[in-house]
């Protein structure tokens, strides 16, 4: 059974908040995206630790004096790949809720489904806000579509972060 997320966090003492914190990989070794997207994006961010655990996540920032808003991206339906686990997220965050906020994803392009999802993460998981990524997911945020999506946010009272602009996914890919 998955935990409801509680945040934990001593905002005071903190020096920063990371709002923008992928993990790439759960606990059962899925990666958020195809071989093909994930190769690409760690030879354009040349980083030597592009896969940590949301464990060690948690230690990079406790070490910082931070917190971070950690997320996946559920583009299932533009990629035909599943999502992360979105429960084993929510997990790793409760274990580590002094430092980690977890956000939800899903897929806008799945409609109702989409509007349950989100629902389920914020009501059952207690996720903090929604992380989309417009260019990887295939969507546009002001088609009036996804206004039901929106309009369920908006309800439920969560922020949402929305990628915007240049970003590493895909690059160099065709």
């Excluded at 917190?67 to 299932?76: E, G």
């Excluded at 899903?106 to 417009?134: S, T």
Aim: with cysteine; proline share 6%.
């Amino acid at each position: 059974m998955t935990l409801r997320y509680e945040l934990g966090i001593d905002f005071a003492s903190l020096e920063a908040i990371d709002m923008h914190v992928h993990l790439e990989v759960d606990e059962c070794g899925h990666k958020a995206m195809p071989e093909d997207l994930f190769e690409a994006s760690a030879a354009y961010f040349k980083s030597s630790e592009r896969t940590p655990s949301i464990d060690r996540i948690a230690q990079l920032y406790r070490e910082s004096n931070m917190a971070a808003v950690v997320f996946t991206v559920d583009a299932r339906t533009a990629l035909g790949h599943d999502p992360n686990s979105i429960e084993d997220l929510v997990q790793g965050c409760a274990r580590n809720n002094d430092v980690l906020i977890p956000f939800g994803s899903v897929d806008p392009r799945r409609g109702a489904e989409a509007i349950g999802d989100a629902q389920y993460q914020a009501e059952q998981l207690g996720v903090c806000g929604f992380k989309f990524h417009p260019s990887l997911q295939g969507f546009d945020p002001s088609d009036e579509a996804f206004y039901p999506l929106w309009e369920k946010l908006q309800e439920l009272g969560l922020p949402c972060i929305f990628h915007t602009g240049q970003n590493g996914m895909g690059a160099g890919l065709p």
